[in-house]
Nanobody, 118 residues
Framework: QVQLVESGGGLVQAGGSLRLSCAAS????????MGWYRQGPGKQRELVAT????????NYADSVKGRFTISRDNAKKTVYLQMNSLKPEDTAVYYC???????????WGQGTQVTVSS
C-alpha cells in the first residue's frame, strides 16, 4: 500500500512562493499519473494540477495556470508543486494523490497547510 507524505507548506505573503513535496512509498508509484489537490476553508477538495506517469504531460486548473508548476522525480518517488505569485485564495490544505481518483487512488496523506496573507 502506497503511503503519501506531503510537506513544504507554510505561511507566506501574497506574491510569494512555496514548493510542496509529496513523498510516496511503494513500488507502483511511477506507473500512476499524479495530482495535487487542495481544500480551502469551507470548500470542497479540488484538483489543481496533474502530471503523467513519465512527467511529460501536465495540466492545471485555470485558477493556478501560469503560477503553479507540477513535476515529479520517479527515482525519488516524489511529486512537487512549485507555487509562485501566491494569492490569499490559494490558502488551503494541499494533498497529493493519483490524478484520476475514480479509477484508482491511494490513501490520503495528512496534507500540508498553505496560508497566504494579504
Amino acid at each position: 500500500q502506497v503511503q503519501l507524505v506531503e510537506s513544504g507548506g507554510g505561511l507566506v505573503q501574497a506574491g510569494g512562493s512555496l514548493r510542496l513535496s509529496c513523498a510516496a512509498s511503494g513500488s507502483i508509484f511511477s506507473i500512476n499519473a499524479m495530482g495535487w489537490y487542495r481544500q480551502g476553508p469551507g470548500k470542497q477538495r479540488e484538483l489543481v494540477a496533474t502530471i503523467s506517469s513519465g512527467g511529460g504531460i501536465t495540466n492545471y486548473a485555470d485558477s493556478v495556470k501560469g503560477r503553479f508548476t507540477i513535476s515529479r522525480d520517479n527515482a525519488k518517488k516524489t511529486v512537487y508543486l512549485q507555487m509562485n505569485s501566491l494569492k490569499p485564495e490559494d490558502t488551503a490544505v494541499y494533498y497529493c494523490n493519483t490524478a484520476i481518483l475514480r479509477v484508482y487512488s491511494y490513501s490520503w496523506g495528512q496534507g500540508t497547510q498553505v496560508t497566504v496573507s494579504s
